[in-house]
């Protein structure tokens, strides 16, 4: 595992598996406490909870942006060695793992439901559904970063959830509605200017208006 620590945005980046399938989960840092954003796959407990651990701050919150395997990872074994860190998943994803919907899975039962606008600390949570029905972001407002999941990925080409890439095409295959992801995208970053992306897959992405012009006029001609 690869560890990166973003101090302008009080963060550190978890890159599991970074040459074969790059998956990334987050650390947030603060004040008093800290909150992991993603759990990776099953097999990475050990070293997430290191990484944790190594922060010196009691973990408050395990937020889940959703609920896919290379997200929800084990986070049975994360939850158990945390017992006080809150479970928390958007409230749509969580209705979606108790109807049978294909691909989302969650293995644990969540202590908090998440809505648009919650706020978490520093986190304010942001409906984006697309990728997945019930996919969430973060918004660290002190930075004005944000932390899609897969509602964009930079590995193999930046690009919106269900746009393919084909050197990494994977979300693009996992996504069950692209016209929801494009509309998703366009709204996060009407309502905040956001300076950093961090998402599922990938690095950190430093988006200008034009980029994401350009994303959305991709992903759309793909629809």
């Not at 992991?36 to 701050?57: N, Y």
């Not at 939850?79 to 989302?104: H, L, M, W």
């Not at 918004?139 to 690009?159: E, F, M, P």
Request: aromatic residues 8%.
């Amino acid at each position: 595992m690869k560890t990166i620590y973003h101090s302008t945005e009080e963060s550190l980046q978890l890159i599991t598996m970074p040459r074969i399938f790059p998956i990334n989960c987050y650390i947030i840092l603060e004040k008093d406490y800290c909150v992991l954003i993603d759990c990776s796959k099953q097999g990475m407990a050990e070293p997430i909870i290191k990484a944790v651990e190594d922060t010196g701050k009691p973990l408050k919150y395990i937020i889940l942006t959703h609920a896919q395997a290379d997200h929800t990872g084990d986070i049975n074994k994360i939850k158990n060695y945390f017992p006080k860190a809150k479970v928390c998943i958007g409230a749509q994803e969580f209705s979606d793992s108790k109807t049978g919907v294909r691909n989302i899975h969650l293995p644990i039962e969540p202590e908090l439901l998440l809505k648009h606008k919650d706020v978490l600390g520093s986190l304010v949570v942001y409906e984006t559904p697309g990728h997945t029905n019930g996919s969430i972001s973060l918004i660290d407002t002190r930075s004005l970063s944000s932390y899609v999941g897969d509602l964009i990925q930079t590995r193999g080409g930046a690009a919106i959830s269900g746009d393919l890439r084909w050197r990494f095409p994977f979300p693009a295959f996992a996504t069950v509605d692209k016209q929801a992801a494009v509309d998703s995208v366009k709204s996060l970053y009407a309502d905040y200017t956001i300076y950093k992306t961090f998402c599922g897959h990938g690095p950190v992405l430093v988006p200008t208006h034009n980029e994401i012009t350009q994303l959305i006029k991709r992903a759309e001609q793909k629809i």
